[in-house]
Nanobody
């Protein structure tokens, strides 16, 4: 089993920044085989892809809505993945979930992710 625990959410004004972190644990978790991703879900909306990073951090991918404002990174020595959120907008308000997919590819479809965290709330006020 793999456990993912997010932290770092909160309330911030538009234009502000937050840094989300996700800690992975579990006997079967292997950094070399996992693409890590971030998704978000706003009330009444589908869970949507935000960003993903390959197992070695060499490749990253972003949704158009966050490109240039969010930055994903990972530290395999610490089994963590982070998402730096900058220039936040009210429409970024959502619960942000970390996810792990057992592949060396970059994946953006939520159905390709096997493990999910409970999420952390990000609220951006106007």
């Amino acid at each position: 089993q793999v456990q993912l625990v997010e932290s770092g959410g909160g309330l911030v004004q538009a234009g502000g920044s937050l840094r989300l972190s996700c800690a992975a644990s579990g006997r079967t978790f292997n950094n070399r085989n996992n693409c890590m991703g971030w998704f978000r879900q706003a009330p009444g909306k589908e869970r949507e892809f935000v960003s993903a990073i390959s197992w070695n951090g060499g490749r990253t991918y972003y949704a158009d809505s966050v490109k240039g404002r969010f930055t994903i990174s990972r530290d395999n020595a610490k089994n963590t993945v982070s998402l730096q959120l900058s220039s936040l907008k009210p429409e970024d308000t959502a619960v942000y979930h970390c996810a792990a997919s057992p592949t060396t590819r970059i994946v953006t479809l939520k159905d390709e992710y096997d493990y999910w965290g409970q999420g952390t709330q990000v609220t951006v006020s106007s």
